[in-house]
């Protein structure tokens, strides 16, 4: 599927910081499948926006409720039982990379508990019983904005792979 964005407005979001920049890449390819990343909807994208789309979705998720967050609302196989993990490697995100295979770790022991449905208090629960994640929050939080600023590099170095730019 063809991502396209106009010049000018890359040069908004670029002006606008590293956040920007990575959020309207995210935003068109979002809008490209119609708001919802789902498996049909993956097969219309490359493995680039595939990949940009779950660091989004990570650091989304992570930066408002943690891992366990992130588990709960579903994203766990999506993030740990994908490539995404080597992605981050490739993109040079190495620190990136050993956190979520630590996550991978925690992930696999604990996955169907936080992944139930549960109430509100239940879930608040889940950060007293698996109080492993805290550690993994806490290092993602501290180290937030230079795996965001690396993500936009990358992004910015192979922009043809995530959107055609028209002029």
Not at 5 to 10: A, H, V
Not at 91 to 101: A, M, S
Request: charged share 25%; aromatic share 12%.
């Amino acid at each position: 599927m063809e991502i396209q964005i106009k010049e000018s407005d890359i040069k908004v979001a670029a002006a606008g910081g590293m956040d920007d920049f990575v959020m309207l890449f995210y935003n068109r390819i979002m809008e490209a499948v119609g708001g919802h990343l789902d498996a049909g909807s993956m097969q219309q994208l490359n493995s680039e926006q595939i990949t940009l789309l779950a660091y989004v979705i990570l650091r989304d998720e992570v930066m408002s409720g943690g891992f366990i967050q992130l588990i709960h609302n579903g994203y766990g196989g999506f993030i740990f039982l994908n490539p995404f993990a080597k992605a981050m490697r490739l993109w040079g995100l190495n620190d990136l990379t050993k956190l979520i295979y630590k996550g991978r770790k925690l992930y696999e022991e604990c996955a169907q508990a936080i992944e139930q449905d549960c109430t509100d208090d239940e879930f608040m629960a889940l950060y007293e019983q698996y109080p492993d994640f805290d550690d993994l929050d806490d290092e993602f939080v501290t180290q937030e904005e230079g795996f965001t600023e690396a993500v936009a590099r990358y992004v910015d170095e192979h922009i043809d792979a995530f959107a055609t730019v028209l002029k």
